[in-house]
C-alpha cells in the first residue's frame, strides 16, 4: 500500500474515530444514574455476574436498556474505526524517515493491535450479557480484567498519534 493511501486512511479512520468516541459518550451519558454513577464504565469494570445483574436490572427499571445496547453496538463501531485509524496511524510514522517517529509508529502499531484487541473482548463480553439480560461471572471478569489494559492502550494511542504529528510538524526532517 502506498504512503499516500496509509496516510489517507490514518487521517479519515482516526477523525472519525474521534467524532463516534464522542457520540459513544454522548449516548452513554443517561447511563450515568444514581444507582450505577459511573455508567458504562460500572458495566464494565463490573467483574461479578451478581453486580451486571444490579446494574442492568437498575438500568431496565430506568428505561435505559435500549440506550445502554445503542451505546454499545455504537461502542463497537467506535472501536474498530478508531482502532484501525490509529494502527494506520502508526504504520504511517513508521514509514517516516526521522527514527523518533519510525519507533513511535511502531509502538502506535502494537498499541492500536491491543487495544482493538482488549476492548473488542470488553465490549462484546458486555453486550453478550445486556443482550442475554444476564450477568456471567466468566464475562464480566473478563470485561474487568482487559478494562485497564485497554485504557492505558487508547491513552497511548491518542497521545501518541498527537506526539506523532507534533513532531512531524515542527522537527526537520531526517538526511
Do not use: C
Request: zero cysteines; glycine letters at 10%.
Amino acid at each position: 500500500m502506498s504512503d499516500t493511501r496509509i496516510e489517507q486512511r490514518f487521517i479519515s479512520l482516526w477523525v472519525a474515530g474521534l467524532a463516534l468516541f464522542a457520540l459513544v459518550i454522548w449516548l452513554s451519558l443517561p447511563l450515568r444514574i444514581d444507582a450505577v454513577p459511573g455508567g458504562i464504565l460500572d458495566h464494565q469494570a463490573a467483574g461479578s455476574a451478581a453486580e451486571v445483574n444490579r446494574i442492568q436490572q437498575a438500568w431496565g427499571r430506568a428505561g435505559l436498556a435500549e440506550r445502554a445496547q445503542m451505546a454499545m453496538f455504537g461502542d463497537l463501531v467506535f472501536i474498530v474505526v478508531y482502532g484501525m485509524g490509529a494502527w494506520y496511524g502508526g504504520l504511517a510514522f513508521a514509514q517516516e524517515s526521522r527514527p523518533k517517529l519510525r519507533r513511535l509508529g511502531w509502538l502506535l502499531v502494537g498499541a492500536a493491535a491491543l487495544f482493538l484487541a482488549t476492548d473488542l473482548l470488553e465490549t462484546i463480553a458486555q453486550l453478550v450479557q445486556l443482550l442475554g439480560q444476564r450477568g456471567s461471572d466468566g464475562l464480566a471478569t473478563l470485561a474487568a480484567t482487559v478494562q485497564p489494559v485497554k485504557m492505558v492502550v487508547w491513552l497511548v494511542t491518542f497521545f501518541g498519534v498527537i506526539a506523532g504529528l507534533v513532531v512531524r510538524r515542527i522537527s526537520p526532517p531526517a538526511d
